[in-house]
């Protein structure tokens, strides 16, 4: 199979520690990131910024999400906060997406799109992901959130476990290991769980666009995908559903994707930065 030569070291520049492990690993055949995937300080310091502001739109939402209200108005508060912090909302115009957050509830997987009609209900499982883009730097967060503070205890343990599987991919991110070690992390304790992983959509690389390179896929094998480097920022964003893993797109909006099966779907994201010793969160 051909891998690209994605890492190379400029003529007359001495390699740095980085640099060779990095050129070892790609001449046996592993995909490697490209040089700019490696943020510089100044990236890492906006990113951070950007992250803040993501929090604290999350937060917001937090207090502000009940039931009676609809998916619409809560879209309007989250562009009003973002624009009122001096951030842009990522997804309004983001490939002719028309709000800015998604909204998805229940057995919407993911891109919910808010509306006037669509009012929230007690014990519903919800995920409002938001991604903010402050001096040019985004960051791409998503929480559930349950509709009156209860539902059923079968959806609760969903919401959980899911949760759990973002936890356990974060931990198997380590630097020099790769981006299956995290899908293969999140697959083994969802199947566990009886419950079935999305395959459609996955964590991306952030922070200078929307979405970057490497694709972190939420399923997978150890020691397959691109190597994990001190610098990358990435997200991880599990999509977990109760039942069966198929989806479906939605033919009429372009954007909603549903389980097959009509079963819920609970999905958790954070941004990550690889440390030297591992991830640190910036959507905390
Ligand atoms: N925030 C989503 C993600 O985690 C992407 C949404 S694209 C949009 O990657 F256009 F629907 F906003
Ligand atoms: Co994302
Ligand atoms: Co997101």
């Not at 995909?31 to 951070?48: A, C, D, F, N, Y």
């Not at 115009?93 to 799109?113: L, M, R, T």
């Not at 480097?229 to 964003?237: K, N, Q, R």
């Amino acid at each position: 199979m051909f891998i690209k030569k994605n890492w190379s070291v400029p003529k007359g520049v001495a390699p740095t520690e980085m640099d060779k492990i990095i050129l070892r690993y790609q001449k046996e055949g592993y995909l490697v990131p490209k040089r700019k995937l490696i943020k510089t300080p100044e990236q890492i310091e906006g990113i951070r910024k950007s992250g803040e502001l993501n929090t604290a739109l999350l937060d917001m939402v937090t207090t502000e999400i009940k039931e009676g209200m609809t998916t619409g108005e809560l879209d309007r508060i989250i562009h009003q906060f973002t624009l009122d912090h001096g951030g842009i909302p990522a997804p309004l115009n983001y490939e002719g997406y028309p709000k800015s957050s998604c909204i998805s509830i229940d057995n919407v997987v993911c891109h919910g799109i808010p509306d006037d009609n669509t009012f929230f209900k007690p014990g519903q499982i919800v995920n409002v992901d938001c991604t903010t883009i402050l001096n040019g730097y985004f960051a791409d967060a998503s929480r559930m959130y349950i509709i009156g503070g209860e539902t059923t205890p079968e959806k609760q343990r969903l919401v959980d476990v899911t949760l759990e599987c973002l936890q356990i991919g974060m931990q198997e991110a380590k630097p020099y290991r790769f981006v299956g070690d995290i899908g293969y992390a999140i697959q083994c304790h969802a199947q566990q769980n009886g419950y079935s992983v999305v395959r459609e959509l996955c964590g991306h690389g952030v922070g200078v666009q929307f979405h970057e390179e490497p694709e972190v896929t939420h399923y997978g094998r150890p020691k397959t995908g691109m190597l994990l480097v001190p610098g990358m920022v990435f997200t991880i964003e599990p999509m977990i559903n109760m039942g069966k893993k198929e989806v479906h797109f939605s033919r009429e909006d372009g954007w909603t994707v549903t389980t097959r099966d009509g079963l819920p779907s609970a999905q958790w994201e954070h941004t990550f930065l690889m440390t030297e010793t591992g991830l640190e969160i910036l959507t905390h």
